[in-house]
């Protein structure tokens, strides 16, 4: 590489130095060029701040069911996505692609237990909770 | 040790009445979690059978021979130190535990001293009114005619949603989410009568609801407009949880008590109790058959020394009327 304008080239082989000087040399100039990448990293990661609350155009949502005090097998989960259904006998996840906002989940429970149910994108509600019994109700995403 | 040995009991007696209150105050307040309270777990004798929680009783304290008895279940035990094996996964990995009982007496007499120590586990080989496993239950749950109009009657709503107002349609969003929220009222655990819903709102239900002849639902709310919808379901559950309490309880038990004056034994019991229900249960009163056998080891006195050579087979066959509401 050509040596630039306004730059120093120094062959640390012509140099005599210690094995310590060397080594501390070298320590210096790791610290230095470690401190320049993380400002880099630093500066990086502030340019694009994440976008709390909005939903992309059409994303995955998972909705995870746990039933509690209760036998696998005694518990069904239904939800409804459009004229799309996915179902659960015990605690576990189901997925809907193509979710979009404004669009609605209707959440249809059977369970001799509790049933806590929670969705990972942004919706109302964020979380049902259950007694034993039928319950329904809608995740709205948002 | 013969100085130590009560009071170290005393000291763990202590210790589990002390965490009674305890157990009770974390489940109420982390929500999820089960509210054990011997009232929700059973009724009349299931609860001296069986039981799910903690039972401490304190038996004759002004007589002279004072018993402090506390009754438990290791998977209570267990969960109370970590709530994740309330997961149906491991609530079913731990059948065992929560089929086994277990309990441990002090004896005291008119001063409060050491009078002797029993113990006992007991496990029950078939218990058909655990109304949490209950597969019959579940089977009743899901063929409820209300339940499965109402899950029938939601889709129609969820797709009437869909084409009235769509998703992609801006101008129609907040007319999306209100009758979203109207259909969560349908259910809600609050029990908002039906009546009290948006007027058009209980008119395309209702008009829904003709389309599809969910005819329970119909007759439910023409009959009784001010009904909750979820009431009647959770009051249908209630019925069927109580119905199941009439099935068959059968339990065997080893006990033990000790010599007043050391840790030997003076007495050994394997008993087995078996209960079946024989009217359908009302609250409060409840007509069981109970069948008990034991076979009783204790000390024969024509012998030389202690032992447990005299052997007693005791059978009884009865059937109780009770009347009582346990603690």
């Given amino acids: 590489m050509a040596a630039k304008k306004n730059q120093i080239v120094i062959d640390l082989g012509k140099i005599a130095l210690t094995p310590v000087q060397r080594q501390k040399l070298q320590n210096e100039i790791h610290k230095t060029v470690a401190g320049q990448m993380g400002a880099i990293d630093a500066a990086n990661s502030t340019s694009t701040p994440a976008k709390v609350g909005a939903t992309p155009a059409a994303i995955t949502a998972n909705i995870q069911a746990t039933f509690t005090n ?22 576990g996840t189901v997925s809907f692609t193509g979710v979009q906002s404004g669009d609605i989940i209707l959440v249809q429970v059977d369970s001799l237990g509790s049933a806590t149910i929670t969705i990972d994108v942004n919706a109302t509600p964020a979380q049902m909770n259950f007694p034993p019994g039928s319950h329904s109700k809608n995740f709205i995403i948002n | 040790m013969k100085n130590r040995s009560p009071k170290l009991l005393l000291t763990i007696l202590t210790a589990l009445v002390l965490s009674v209150n305890g157990v009770a105050q974390n489940k109420v307040s982390q929500g999820e979690l089960p509210v054990y309270t011997a ?65 441990f007496g002090l004896k005291l007499d008119t001063s409060y001293h050491f009078n002797g120590f029993s113990a006992g586990i007991k496990y029950a080989l078939i218990n058909e009114r655990d109304s949490t496993t209950s597969k019959f239950l579940f089977k009743n749950l899901q063929n409820d005619p209300l339940n499965v109009e109402v899950k029938q009657l939601k889709l129609k709503l969820l797709q009437y949603l869909n084409s009235t107002y769509p998703a992609g349609d801006p101008a129609s969003r907040a007319q999306r989410i209100a009758f979203s929220q109207a259909m969560d009222s349908l259910t809600d655990t609050d029990y908002t009568p ?134």
Avoid: H
Avoid at chain 1, 74 to 89: E, G, H, M, R, Y
Avoid at chain 2, 59 to 76: D, R
Avoid at chain 2, 211 to 220: D, G, M, P, S, Y
């Fill in chain 2, 194 to 327: 039906f009546n009290t819903l948006d007027t058009s709102f209980q008119k395309t239900v209702v008009s829904i609801a003709w389309q599809n002849n969910l005819r329970t639902f119909l007759a439910l709310v023409t009959a009784n407009p001010g009904v909750s919808i979820q009431q009647t379901l959770d009051a249908s559950f209630g019925d069927m949880k109580n119905a199941i309490k009439n099935n068959l309880l059968w339990t065997i038990g080893i006990s033990d008590t000790t010599y007043k004056d050391q840790y030997a034994f003076s007495n050994i019991v394997i008993a087995t109790e078996l209960s079946k229900g024989i009217f359908k249960p009302k609250p409060g009163s409840n007509l069981e058959l109970n069948i008990n056998a034991s076979l009783n080891f204790t000390d024969d006195s024509l012998r030389v020394g202690r032992n447990l050579k005299r052997c007693i087979l005791y059978f009884d066959k009865c059937s109780t009327q009770n009347n009582r509401r346990n603690i």
């Fill in chain 1, 70 to 91: 209760t036998n696998p097998g005694v518990s069904s989960l239904t939800a409804t996505l459009n004229s799309t259904q996915k179902t659960l006998s015990q605690s």
């Fill in chain 2, 39 to 103: 009232d929700s777990l059973a009724i009349g004798n299931y609860k001296d059978i069986l039981t799910s929680f903690f039972q401490l009783a304190f038996n004759n304290l002004t007589g002279p021979n004072k018993e402090l008895n506390f009754n438990s279940n290791p998977f209570a035990v267990m969960l109370r130190g970590n709530p994740d094996l309330a997961r149906d996964v491991n609530y079913y990995k731990y059948r065992a535990l929560r089929k086994l009982n277990f309990n």
